[in-house]
């Protein structure tokens, strides 16, 4: 019963939320407007070898609310591959965006592959990634109003 009740608040709020968004977040009201390469920060690799750190930006093109919800993608890859313009990652942030979200796909320092066959390497790699993504929404919150957000 407690799960039928849960389902039932849950359909209830999500319709009543976009009652009130007049087909925002939920339908295709906007171009894309796309900036690439923003640089967020530069850190230190695994190596000892200087990286700049970017995002690209997904907007909504001719939108005039502010304050919009902004989703994160990280691209996938243990670590040690991958690229913050993946197919997959591009895609989603193209279609989110033309909802009215903004999207961000950002950079985050990669790791050998050997080094990742040890513990402590693993775990570095991972606070590392951690620490970028960190740094891309402290780069958010702090310049948000001349991105146009």
Do not use: W
């Amino acid at each position: 019963m407690k799960q039928y009740l849960f389902f039932i608040v849950f359909f209830f709020v999500y319709q009543l939320s976009h009652a009130q968004c007049n087909g925002r977040y939920v339908n295709n009201l906007f171009a894309v407007d796309t900036m690439q390469n923003i640089q967020f920060g530069e850190n230190i690799k695994y190596d000892n070898t200087n990286q700049k750190l970017f995002f690209d930006l997904y907007k909504p093109k001719s939108d005039t609310a502010k304050n919009r919800p902004c989703l994160v993608f990280c691209f996938g890859g243990s670590f040690v591959s991958g690229d913050k313009r993946s197919p997959e990652l591009v895609y989603l942030a193209n279609e989110f965006a033309k909802k009215g979200y903004v999207c961000i796909s950002i950079d985050y320092r990669l790791d050998n592959s050997f080094n990742l066959l040890v513990e402590e390497s693993m775990t570095k790699a991972v606070v590392r990634a951690i620490q970028d993504g960190r740094a891309a929404l402290r780069y958010l919150n702090k310049y948000s109003d001349s991105l146009g957000d």
